[in-house]
């Protein structure tokens, strides 16, 4: 426990920083983020608690805490911390004692919510002006003089909270959401009184709040402010405008470091990019702060790789670097990296679909690569033991199902083998990563691979297991994971290549293929087929998407940069509906520079060579569109035949082997849920 | 005249960090190609592929994929005493176990990870007083001779000898086979063969460290593989990465 060693490879990543009177062990910040890991008063739960200790444990320098909320008004989830509230102070300390074990430093964020709320309905909204934050179609109150005496009276007793509950400094919002970035804006601020016309009047009421938390801070505890230097809106500011107000928050000697941010509700995907956007996107940002001021400066954005990271504290891009996913995706990556285990860093994949997805309907904060996120008192790896009895483990499947469940099984000292028909571990997600601005989700299985070969799991590539030989291995476990296949009927040319493995569910009533006459005809293409890199006999292609996710959105984008001229319909009311926020923000700008044609609440009704009926949802008109393909995603098959056959086996056999069906294998879905349910049946055997 | 023949892979390698762990990948596409052409000299001619190699005992288990993909049996020599064996250490133990194995075909890999393979076959053809053929491409086994096409630095050449021999090929030459689930299964059941030096007739004999005439002055991990240098592209990184290149000798 306690101090993590410097890393050689990353010396100044590992070089101890002073910031006032605080010093921080090394420059890795887990930067601030609504984790929805309050409970509904908005009191710290000990999940918050162990999601914190976690990453303390695994090596952070400092951990900014919340944000937190500096009065009922302005909460912006009932979740979102009380920092006024006296009753949260007991609470905090637990967390605070909890971080400062591992010997990291911790800070919290203040934030009142303004304009900006996850409710819905949202309470009053508070803004300097009237008028509805863009992307919302809520209205707010302009504050009067009233209002802003408590606001900064809500600033002031938050930090006397925080102080007492063991915080090491304290960091103000002026950031992509809240109440101070919009009486700093001149899109958001048209008052005419002291608070607003010049510039310096509306940078005045968030240097009040900034001071009245000056006040009450110790004298050696830093004040910091996150502030956003580029508001990526058509109607709002960008940088030189972001830097001016960092320059007057600088010169009023109030502040002691800078943590940089980026973006607002109208453009939340610049807050918390994903993978679409480039790894260190943000570094101009950082860089020119960097370059005006004389405090130290966090730069934050698409960080996640180590060797960036040195490199850009090397050069003197920023002071610190700031990593929320990356340490959600992988707590203990500062750890790896000082200790020379960089190859075992498991990297945040950019995907928003665990952590921003879930916050943003305001429950607790999961992680796809990481099914302990939110949740370390129950899935921790710090939680393994080492199995009593090694048990012999067979593992059916190479995807990321079966290749979790081989890791953490044998990281429990299990004896496991694993079987994978095709000539590569990964499944799906090979097929996954070929759509543009989507490779990143490869590194799930990247990583998945790496630690199977590390831990010595005994690994058969190109040999497909079949269940009547199977009990011969004398296995204690079978774990399959054979994944899932496109549901096309049997005749369909795939199962030429990807027998169907649904035959004896289906005679079983466990199974019914889709209902649509002519999927078995040549025009059809599974996405596997076109992922896969079949040459498709024409180039207008219809893409049905009963599925909602990359798997629909991405085939289509992959098929317009192949030159295909693509439509998608739907069923329901949005096309790739079911993507999170940011992505599907970032694939409708693409869909319009692309020229794919979107046609929601349309359903398919039949198929014929070179047409496809379609009925619309809301008027029961029917039509044909001509077609030269049709590439359609609705729910994939269990590949489970395996599984029952093995299990009729075992049965007949007088012997005991558990057999377990995990992943797509059991109902087809979406990763998060998958290498949860590995870790959970992994820890069990 | 006809030799019944009965080739052998030799699947060498001491490198302990490719066979320090029992697993299913462990043989490098170098060793797996010398199975994968000591297979099709087995399937055109008949006989028994003997897979042999000198690690240590924990290590067997990566013999297990060349039985899986075919290979009749595994043969291992290990022992304490073969600790820190060098290339002429390694050359005599091996030439003792393809004695006792009465083997009309030696077929090695180019070269081994270690570094010494590269020479292996020489020092076994030596030993054995056997005919060598090496960097060979492509092999035909028929009427009791082997002809093989080598490649060299000065072009291709086809050569052949009579048999009993020794043939070290050219690195991957041909594409190893995958084994079915059942092969996979039936190899898992097999056991592999644990011979020492002292079963080989070598008991006494200077082997291991002291044995060796080949003396490890020092030897370091390599260092772990730090930060890369990045080169941010301001119209130059192009010059920049060359001169990196050439600064190295690396083009
Ligand atoms: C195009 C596409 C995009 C996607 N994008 C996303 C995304 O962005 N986010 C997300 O969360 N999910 C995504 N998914 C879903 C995700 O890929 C699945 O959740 C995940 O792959 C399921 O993992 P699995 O291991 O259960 O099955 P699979 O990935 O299907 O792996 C099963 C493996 O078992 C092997 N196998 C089958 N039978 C045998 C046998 N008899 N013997 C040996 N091996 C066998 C198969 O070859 C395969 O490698 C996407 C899926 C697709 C198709
Ligand atoms: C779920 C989630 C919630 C966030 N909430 C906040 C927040 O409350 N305050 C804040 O300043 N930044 C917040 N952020 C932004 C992060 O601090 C960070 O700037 C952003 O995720 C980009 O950095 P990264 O690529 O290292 O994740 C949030 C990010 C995520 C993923
Ligand atoms: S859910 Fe996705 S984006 Fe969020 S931290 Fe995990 S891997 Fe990164």
Same mark, same amino acid.
């Given at each position: 426990?306690?101090?993590?060693?410097?890393?050689?490879?990353?010396?100044?990543?590992?070089?101890?920083?002073?910031?006032?009177?605080?010093?921080?062990?090394?420059?890795?910040?887990?930067?601030?983020?609504?984790?929805?890991?309050?409970?509904?008063?908005?009191?710290?739960?000990?999940?918050?608690?162990?999601?914190?200790?976690?990453?303390?444990?695994?090596?952070?320098?400092?951990?900014?805490?919340?944000?937190?909320?500096?009065?009922?008004?302005?909460?912006?989830?009932?979740?979102?911390?009380?920092?006024?509230?006296?009753?949260?102070?007991?609470?905090?300390?637990?967390?605070?004692?909890?971080?400062?074990?591992?010997?990291?430093?911790?800070?919290?964020?203040?934030?009142?919510?303004?304009?900006?709320?996850?409710?819905?309905?949202?309470?009053?909204?508070?803004?300097?002006?009237?008028?509805?934050?863009?992307?919302?179609?809520?209205?707010?109150?302009?504050?009067?003089?009233?209002?802003?005496?408590?606001?900064?009276?809500?600033?002031?007793?938050?930090?006397?909270?925080?102080?007492?509950? @063991?915080?090491?400094?304290?960091?103000?919002?002026?950031?992509?959401?809240?109440?101070?970035?919009?009486?700093?804006?001149?899109?958001?601020?048209?008052?005419?009184?002291?608070?607003?016309?010049?510039?310096?009047?509306?940078?005045?009421?968030?240097?009040?709040?900034?001071?009245?938390?000056?006040?009450?801070?110790?004298?050696?505890?830093?004040?910091?402010?996150?502030?956003?230097?580029?508001?990526?809106?058509?109607?709002?500011?960008?940088?030189?405008?972001?830097?001016?107000?960092?320059?007057?928050?600088?010169?009023?000697?109030?502040?002691?470091?800078?943590?940089?941010?980026?973006?607002?509700?109208?453009?939340?995907?610049?807050?918390?990019?994903?993978?679409?956007?480039?790894?260190?996107?943000?570094?101009?940002?950082?860089?020119?702060?960097?370059?005006?001021?004389?405090?130290?400066?966090?730069?934050?954005?698409?960080?996640?790789? @180590?060797?960036?990271?040195?490199?850009?504290?090397?050069?003197?891009?920023?002071?610190?670097?700031?990593?929320?996913?990356?340490?959600?995706?992988?707590?203990?990556?500062?750890?790896?990296?000082?200790?020379?285990?960089?190859?075992?860093?498991?990297?945040?994949?950019?995907?928003?679909?665990?952590?921003?997805?879930?916050?943003?309907?305001?429950?607790?904060?999961?992680?796809?690569?990481?099914?302990?996120?939110?949740?370390?008192?129950?899935?921790?790896?710090?939680?393994?033991?080492?199995?009593?009895?090694?048990?012999?483990?067979?593992?059916?499947?190479? @995807?990321?199902?079966?290749?979790?469940?081989?890791?953490?099984?044998?990281?429990?000292?299990?004896?496991?083998?694993?079987?994978?028909?095709?000539?590569?571990?990964?499944?799906?997600?090979?097929?996954?990563?070929?759509?543009?601005?989507?490779?990143?989700?490869?590194?799930?299985?990247?990583?998945?691979?790496?630690?199977?070969?590390?831990?010595?799991?005994?690994?058969?590539?190109?040999?497909?297991?079949?269940?009547?030989?199977?009990?011969?291995?004398?296995?204690?476990?079978?774990?399959?994971?054979?994944?899932?296949?496109?549901?096309?009927?049997?005749?369909?040319?795939?199962?030429?290549?990807?027998?169907?493995?649904?035959?004896?569910?289906?005679?079983? @009533?466990?199974?019914?293929?889709?209902?649509?006459?002519?999927?078995?005809?040549?025009?059809?293409?599974?996405?596997?087929?076109?992922?896969?890199?079949?040459?498709?006999?024409?180039?207008?292609?219809?893409?049905?998407?009963?599925?909602?996710?990359?798997?629909?959105?991405?085939?289509?984008?992959?098929?317009?940069?192949?030159?295909?001229?693509?439509?998608?319909?739907?069923?329901?009311?949005?096309?790739?509906?079911?993507?999170?926020?940011?992505?599907?923000?970032?694939?409708?700008?693409?869909?319009?520079?692309?020229?794919?044609?979107?046609?929601?609440?349309?359903?398919?009704?039949?198929?014929?060579?070179?047409?496809?009926?379609?009925?619309?949802?809301?008027?029961?008109?029917?039509?044909?569109?001509?077609?030269?393909?049709?590439?359609?995603?609705?729910?994939?098959?269990?590949?489970?035949?395996?599984?029952?056959?093995?299990?009729?086996?075992?049965?007949?056999?007088?012997?005991?082997?558990?057999?377990?069906?995990?992943?797509?294998?059991?109902?087809?879905?979406?990763?998060?849920?998958?290498?949860?349910?590995?870790?959970?049946?992994?820890?069990?055997? | 005249?006809?030799?019944?023949?009965?080739?052998?892979?030799?699947?060498?390698?001491?490198?302990?960090?490719?066979?320090?762990?029992?697993?299913?990948?462990?043989?490098?596409?170098?060793?797996?190609?010398?199975?994968?052409?000591?297979?099709?000299?087995?399937?055109?001619?008949?006989?028994?592929?003997?897979?042999?190699?000198?690690?240590?005992?924990?290590?067997?288990?990566?013999?297990?994929?060349?039985?899986?993909?075919?290979?009749?049996?595994?043969?291992?020599?290990?022992?304490?005493?073969?600790?820190?064996?060098?290339?002429?250490? +390694?050359?005599?133990?091996?030439?003792?176990?393809?004695?006792?194995?009465?083997?009309?075909?030696?077929? #090695?890999?180019?070269?081994?990870?270690?570094?010494?393979?590269?020479?292996?076959?020489?020092?076994?053809?030596?030993?054995?007083?056997?005919?060598?053929?090496?960097?060979?491409?492509?092999?035909?086994?028929?009427?009791?001779?082997?002809?093989? +096409?080598?490649?060299?630095?000065?072009?291709?050449?086809?050569?052949?000898?009579?048999?009993?021999?020794?043939?070290? #090929?050219?690195?991957?030459?041909?594409?190893?086979?995958?084994?079915?689930?059942?092969?996979?299964?039936?190899?898992?059941?097999?056991?592999?063969?644990?011979?020492?030096?002292?079963?080989?007739?070598?008991?006494?004999?200077?082997?291991?460290?002291?044995?060796?005439?080949?003396?490890?002055?020092?030897?370091?991990?390599?260092?772990?593989?730090?930060?890369?240098?990045?080169?941010?592209?301001?119209?130059?990184?192009?010059?920049?990465?060359?001169?990196?290149?050439?600064?190295?000798?690396?083009?």
């Amino acid at each position: 426990m306690g101090e993590t060693t410097t890393g050689p490879d990353f010396p100044t990543l590992f070089s101890p920083l002073r910031i006032r009177g605080v010093e921080v062990r090394n420059r890795v910040v887990f930067q601030p983020h609504f984790n929805a890991l309050g409970d509904v008063h908005g009191m710290p739960t000990e999940d918050l608690t162990a999601y914190l200790e976690e990453r303390a444990w695994g090596g952070a320098g400092l951990i900014v805490d919340g944000s937190m909320a500096t009065m009922p008004e302005g909460q912006m989830s009932r979740k979102y911390l009380a920092a006024w509230d006296p009753r949260a102070v007991p609470l905090n300390r637990r967390t605070t004692d909890a971080v400062h074990a591992h010997g990291a430093t911790i800070f919290a964020q203040l934030n009142h919510g303004g304009h900006t709320s996850l409710e819905h309905p949202p309470p009053v909204l508070w803004a300097p002006t009237q008028m509805p934050e863009p992307s919302s179609p809520h209205t707010t109150r302009a504050m009067d003089r009233g209002d802003m005496v408590r606001a900064i009276e809500g600033f002031a007793v938050s930090t006397r909270n925080l102080v007492a509950a @063991g915080y090491d400094g304290v960091e103000i919002k002026i950031a992509h959401d809240g109440l101070l970035r919009s009486f700093a804006s001149p899109f958001f601020n048209r008052r005419t009184d002291a608070y607003g016309g010049s510039f310096e009047n509306r940078m005045r009421f968030p240097l009040e709040c900034v001071a009245a938390v000056r006040e009450n801070l110790p004298e050696d505890l830093p004040l910091g402010i996150r502030i956003c230097l580029h508001e990526y809106t058509p109607f709002g500011y960008e940088l030189d405008y972001g830097l001016r107000m960092a320059e007057h928050l600088e010169a009023s000697g109030l502040v002691d470091y800078f943590n940089c941010d980026a973006g607002s509700f109208s453009s939340f995907w610049m807050e918390i990019p994903p993978a679409a956007v480039a790894q260190g996107y943000f570094r101009p940002l950082n860089q020119a702060l960097k370059k005006q001021s004389d405090l130290p400066i966090v730069a934050f954005g698409r960080i996640k790789d @180590g060797g960036l990271a040195e490199h850009m504290l090397a050069t003197g891009e920023a002071d610190l670097v700031g990593m929320a996913r990356q340490l959600i995706a992988d707590p203990e990556t500062p750890r790896k990296l000082a200790e020379g285990r960089a190859v075992e860093v498991r990297a945040c994949i950019g995907c928003n679909d665990g952590c921003l997805h879930a916050v943003a309907q305001e429950k607790p904060i999961r992680c796809v690569q990481n099914p302990a996120a939110g949740q370390e008192l129950l899935w921790s790896e710090r939680l393994l033991v080492r199995a009593a009895e090694p048990r012999t483990v067979v593992v059916i499947g190479g @995807g990321p199902a079966g290749l979790k469940v081989a890791e953490i099984a044998a990281r429990r000292g299990h004896r496991v083998t694993l079987f994978e028909r095709s000539e590569h571990l990964g499944g799906q997600l090979r097929l996954a990563a070929r759509q543009p601005h989507h490779e990143e989700v490869a590194e799930v299985t990247h990583y998945l691979e790496a630690a199977v070969r590390r831990l010595g799991v005994e690994l058969w590539t190109g040999v497909e297991a079949t269940a009547d030989d199977l009990l011969e291995l004398e296995p204690d476990v079978v774990v399959v994971a054979t994944g899932s296949q496109p549901n096309l009927p049997p005749e369909h040319r795939q199962s030429h290549t990807d027998p169907d493995a649904g035959a004896l569910a289906r005679a079983r @009533g466990l199974q019914v293929l889709p209902e649509v006459p002519g999927l078995e005809l040549g025009c059809v293409y599974s996405v596997d087929e076109v992922l896969g890199g079949a040459e498709l006999p024409g180039d207008r292609v219809l893409v049905v998407d009963g599925q909602g996710h990359w798997e629909a959105a991405g085939t289509a984008e992959f098929l317009a940069d192949a030159g295909k001229q693509v439509t998608v319909i739907s069923s329901r009311p949005v096309v790739a509906g079911e993507l999170e926020g940011t992505n599907i923000a970032m694939f409708l700008q693409r869909v319009a520079a692309k020229g794919i044609a979107l046609r929601p609440l349309t359903t398919l009704l039949r198929i014929e060579p070179g047409r496809a009926r379609v009925v619309d949802g809301v008027t029961g008109v029917e039509q044909w569109l001509d077609v030269d393909v049709v590439v359609p995603v609705h729910s994939r098959r269990s590949r489970e035949d395996l599984y029952h056959r093995l299990c009729d086996l075992v049965a007949e056999s007088d012997r005991e082997v558990r057999v377990e069906r995990i992943g797509d294998a059991s109902a087809a879905r979406l990763i998060q849920t998958v290498l949860l349910e590995a870790h959970q049946v992994a820890v069990t055997v | 005249m006809c030799v019944k023949p009965v080739p052998m892979a030799l699947a060498l390698d001491a490198d302990s960090g490719r066979l320090d762990r029992s697993g299913g990948s462990l043989l490098t596409g170098v060793d797996e190609s010398a199975v994968e052409s000591a297979l099709r000299v087995r399937d055109e001619c008949g006989g028994e592929v003997v897979v042999l190699a000198m690690v240590p005992e924990a290590a067997a288990e990566a013999l297990r994929p060349a039985l899986a993909m075919g290979a009749d049996r595994a043969v291992v020599v290990t022992g304490a005493a073969l600790e820190g064996a060098d290339l002429l250490v +390694t050359s005599e133990v091996l030439a003792a176990a393809v004695r006792r194995l009465e083997a009309d075909l030696v077929i #090695l890999g180019a070269s081994s990870g270690d570094g010494a393979g590269a020479l292996l076959w020489s020092a076994l053809g030596e030993r054995l007083g056997l005919p060598v053929l090496s960097r060979a491409v492509e092999v035909t086994v028929a009427g009791g001779r082997l002809s093989a +096409t080598r490649q060299t630095e000065t072009g291709v050449h086809a050569a052949e000898t009579s048999l009993p021999a020794v043939l070290a #090929l050219s690195g991957e030459v041909c594409l190893p086979r995958y084994p079915t689930f059942r092969d996979v299964i039936a190899a898992k059941k097999k056991t592999v063969e644990v011979l020492t030096p002292e079963s080989l007739g070598l008991a006494g004999a200077d082997l291991g460290t002291s044995g060796s005439r080949t003396r490890v002055l020092a030897a370091a991990p390599a260092p772990a593989r730090g930060p890369a240098e990045l080169v941010e592209d301001d119209g130059h990184a192009h010059e920049r990465v060359v001169d990196f290149l050439v600064e190295r000798r690396l083009v």
